[in-house]
């Protein structure tokens, strides 16, 4: 399988992530690249390096004045006295129509969700080449390449089209679906990850060119919080668009794949010619985040299942946390979608 990285992805090193009002060392760790990039040779993958497609395909989906923040930010923080070597908010408007400031520091409570995305010098660059690494997947499938993966990092589900969060900034498998829509083509995004891929979904909510499916741990006590829920089906002309289903903690693998199926049965009913997977291997039994209890054969099955839909498909990375087994589970979803 033909697979896509760029070696600027490991600029972003972020040091901080507040949890439980406790200030802890940041889950999304270059070394991730490491055991990512040995689990898909593993399973056979070819790496290039993406092309450099420009700002184009990415303000396709994000705003102006949110890039901007995002390629500025850092060094305006700097001129604030006494500020963090982390651009980290601590103030955030009560709504998105809320006057815009002037102030860096009001800026980052617009832009920037939570705590969890912390932006320092080298942010910017691995999250605009993170972003072309999904753009360059999207075109191998326009090509004709029937499936790619991207090992995008740092990752990008939870960004919206004017917001971090979540430890992501730019919006990698919504941009890739976005650039199958420019190219004609009817792409479905299915989000495995263990948190509701809610970024994607507030990019495509209000539209029905693109289909949002996502399975996820029940939000009512889990990350995201406030979106994921079952009856968030889209609004407008993307009424019906969108599907959430939220699974209790601790869903094992039969349920889990019992539920993908049902996610799969609503691709299938859109008409898709194209799918992306926002590949989330934090579904795992083990990972940090304790959200599902997934297995590592576990993923080989939902590997498989996605195959089983015979369309273009270009696989994502989102999270999946530093634990023993992460490479070892990017393998098996990749082994398990070839042998299908």
């Known amino acids: 399988m033909k697979a896509i990285f760029d070696e600027r992805q490991w600029a972003h090193d972020p040091k901080h992530f507040m949890a439980n009002g406790v200030v802890l060392p940041n889950p999304e760790q270059p070394e991730r690249i490491e055991r990512l990039h040995a689990g898909a040779l593993a399973a056979g993958c070819t790496f290039e390096t993406p ?8 303000a396709a989906v994000h705003s102006p004045e949110y890039l901007t923040f995002l390629q500025t930010i850092h ?11 982390e651009v980290i908010p601590n103030i955030h408007p009560s709504n998105r129509t809320d006057s815009y400031p002037k102030s860096a520091v009001g800026q980052a409570g617009f832009h920037q969700a939570d705590s969890a995305c912390p932006i320092a010098a080298g942010t910017w660059e691995s999250a605009y080449w993170s972003a072309q690494s999904a753009i360059t997947g999207a075109d191998a499938l326009i090509d004709g390449t029937r499936s790619a993966y991207v090992l995008s990092r740092p990752p990008g589900h939870h960004a919206f089209g004017d917001q971090a969060g979540g430890f992501c900034f730019l919006n ?16 479905a995004i299915l989000d495995v990850d263990v948190h509701h ?3 994607t979904q507030g990019i495509f909510y209000h539209r029905d060119d693109v289909l949002t499916v996502s399975t996820h741990a029940d939000p009512e006590r889990f990350y995201p919080f406030f979106w994921g829920h079952g009856h968030e089906r889209g609004a407008g002309a993307g009424l019906g668009y969108n599907l959430n289903l939220p699974l209790p903690r601790g869903t094992n693998d039969a349920d889990f794949l019992t539920t993908l199926d049902t996610a799969l049965s609503r691709v299938r009913a859109f008409g898709a010619d194209v799918v992306v997977i926002a590949l989330g291997l ?8 304790k959200g599902l209890a997934v297995t590592t054969e576990g993923f080989a099955r939902i590997g498989a299942a996605v195959a089983r839909l015979n369309l273009p498909t270009v696989l994502v990375q989102e999270g999946g946390y530093l634990c023993d087994e992460l490479g070892y589970n990017l393998t098996s979803v990749l082994n398990g979608f070839q042998g299908a």
């Open 51 to 58: 092309k450099d497609a420009g700002l184009g395909p990415i």
């Open 75 to 85: 060094k305006r923080w700097q001129f604030i006295d006494g500020a963090g070597q």
């Open 172 to 187: 990698n498998a919504a941009i890739a679906a976005q650039r199958l829509v420019d190219h004609g083509l009817t792409p």
């Open 197 to 199: 891929g809610n970024g």
């Open 282 to 289: 934090d579904a795992y039994i083990d990972d940090p985040f």
